[in-house]
């Protein structure tokens, strides 16, 4: 596997349990939470997105070598734009929207963490182009991984849209009593709305972080997916046709697709993901029934098949 992501994966891990120790006995907060939770989170979101990508590469037939040093670039990175997310988490300021022109420390780490989502962006599509031009393994996976990495994609692109498509310039304080000028928020109605337990999430209106989290995501979901088909392949033949079990990733893409569109377009409208309207909850059950009825179809075709093989296999040997 990937030793830079692999490496990436262990310090991300070291900092999530450095950051819940900060949590703990650290008092200082931003915005109303503690100044770890975002290393905290950005620390976990980083550690599982790169033992994804580190796995990933192992599965590819074409193009290793590009992957090996893309998957470099992705790592190190990572490593240095979560690294000045939490300097500047340890002296009680922001990081990103940082528009404080007297601080030293902020003047200069505001270029990395401007410039270290780009790469890490370019990083992700060349990778998300590697592996959709090839097979990566049985259908169900190769499925997975495709709209896996496209909707990683996405969910990466989502934040660099909303910064560069709204302005919201405002004056925040510190966890230093320092007054921080801001260009921008994760809020979309209420920049700097949060308070959703554990998540931090706007309650107040909507927030682009929703829609990222999911997106960002999504891959997991589908590969723990693929996974529990294959496993319950041993124990059901029907689940034995790799075909079979593609269509069924295929709906739960589908669905998981039609969520991150449902989130993206409450967001949008400055509507907190704890607080849907009618029309949202309208648009969830549209996904729902749409991915339970294509499951479905994939079942009872399965079965079918699967019945229709045995009768054939017992007339031949009659």
């Not at 601080?103 to 963490?113: F, H, K, R, S």
């Not at 996976?141 to 660099?160: E, Y």
């Amino acid at each position: 596997m990937n030793r830079p992501l692999l490496v990436c994966a262990t310090l991300m891990t070291t900092l999530v349990l450095a950051s819940i120790v900060g949590i703990a006995v650290d008092e200082r907060t931003l915005l109303g939470e503690s100044v770890w939770i975002k290393p905290a989170k950005f620390g976990f979101a980083f550690a599982l997105y790169a033992v994804t990508l580190a796995w990933m590469l192992t599965k590819l037939r074409k193009g290793r070598r590009i992957g090996r040093w893309v998957g470099t670039v992705f790592a190190a990175t990572a490593i240095v734009e979560v690294g000045a997310i939490t300097v500047q988490a340890a002296r009680g300021t922001f990081s990103h929207f940082n528009a404080d022109q007297d601080d030293p420390i902020t003047l200069a780490l505001v270029p990395i963490l401007t410039y270290g989502v780009m790469i890490i962006l370019i990083a992700q599509l060349v990778l998300a182009g590697v592996v959709l031009f090839q097979r990566t393994g049985d259908a169900a996976l190769n499925r997975a991984l495709r709209s896996g990495l496209l909707m990683a994609t996405f969910g990466m692109i989502v934040p660099l849209f909303w910064m560069v498509s709204e302005i919201n310039p405002r004056t925040v304080t510190d966890a230093n009593g320092v007054a921080v000028r801001m260009y921008q928020g994760h809020g979309i109605g209420d920049p700097d709305g949060n308070g959703m337990p554990l998540t931090g999430w706007s309650m107040t209106g909507g927030d682009f972080r929703v829609p990222h989290f999911f997106a960002l995501h999504g891959i997991q979901v589908l590969l723990l997916v693929t996974a529990l088909l294959g496993f319950l392949a041993a124990r059901h033949v029907w689940l034995r046709d790799e075909k079979v079990r593609a269509r069924l990733v295929g709906a739960v893409s589908l669905g998981y697709w039609g969520l991150v569109a449902v989130v993206t377009w409450q967001a949008g409208r400055g509507q907190s993901l704890a607080h849907p309207d009618a029309a949202t909850l309208a648009a969830c059950e549209v996904v729902v029934l749409v991915t339970v009825a294509l499951a479905v179809r994939a079942i009872v075709g399965g079965r079918r098949a699967a019945v229709a093989g045995e009768r054939k296999a017992h007339q031949l040997v009659a």
